[in-house]
């Protein structure tokens, strides 16, 4: 199953929602998990699930979709959220990641 | 809190083994609730996955990989391994071990820092 992710990188401000897509070219159901990435680390686990928030991580993040069409969200950019996103399903083998959104300051 | 250390070589020659070891802490390697995978990010470029195995040691590969990788576990020693053989510049990548939740879409929860592993003679 490939995913594509968009945009592939965008500008924002800090406050301001954002919303990055990922579409799979197969339904996955909700199989699907967001990843946060910042540079010179792992990446760490947002959301999983589809909609569920992982323990820890701030209610700003949100998820939903279904099937083929996917939706991460952060309600208010704050100035720690400036990093690459990647979505990832894990209904199928072999377990593929978006291609990642960089997400950088305005 | 679970943790995972990668350890092996930073440098592997063109068509020799890649091998790495993760050591898991914090937690139990034979949990029936996990999985142990592995996945690779190529410098500037995106995620992934190389394979995974339970504490039984059934396995899953990426078969973009054909035959040349193979995943273990050593429940005794609280390691699981990662062997790539015929590796070539294009294997040159930060190599990540990570813990997957078993269940139907289960998800990888938690990661190592990851090794930077450089094919080159």
């Known amino acids: 199953i490939q995913l594509t992710q968009s945009p592939s990188s965008l500008s924002a401000s800090v406050g301001d929602r954002v919303t990055i897509t990922c579409r799979a070219s197969q339904g996955t159901n909700t199989y699907l998990a967001w990843y946060q990435q910042k540079p010179g680390q792992a990446p760490k686990l947002l959301i999983y699930a589809a909609s569920t928030l992982q323990s820890g991580v701030p209610s700003r993040f949100s998820g939903s979709g279904s099937g083929t069409d996917f939706t991460l969200t952060i309600s208010s950019l704050q100035a720690e959220d400036f990093a690459t996103y990647y979505c990832q399903q894990l209904g199928s083998y072999p377990l593929t990641f978006g291609g990642g959104t960089k997400v950088e300051i305005k | 809190q679970l943790h995972l250390q990668e350890s092996g070589p930073g440098l592997v020659k063109p068509s020799e083994t890649l091998s790495l070891i993760c050591t898991v802490s914090g937690g139990s390697i034979t949990s029936n609730t996990s999985f142990w995978g592995w996945i690779r990010q190529p410098p500037g470029k995106g995620l992934e996955w190389i394979g995974t195995v339970n504490y039984g040691g059934a396995t899953y590969y990426n078969r973009s990989l054909g035959s040349r990788v193979t995943i273990s576990i050593d429940t005794s020693k609280i390691q699981f391994s990662l062997k790539l053989t015929s590796v070539t510049a294009a294997d040159t990548a930060i190599y990540y071990c990570?813990?997957?939740?078993?269940?139907?879409?289960?998800?990888?929860?938690?990661w190592g820092r990851g090794i930077l592993v450089t094919v080159s003679s």
């Open positions: 990570a813990r997957r939740m078993t269940g139907p879409g289960g998800w990888f929860d938690s």
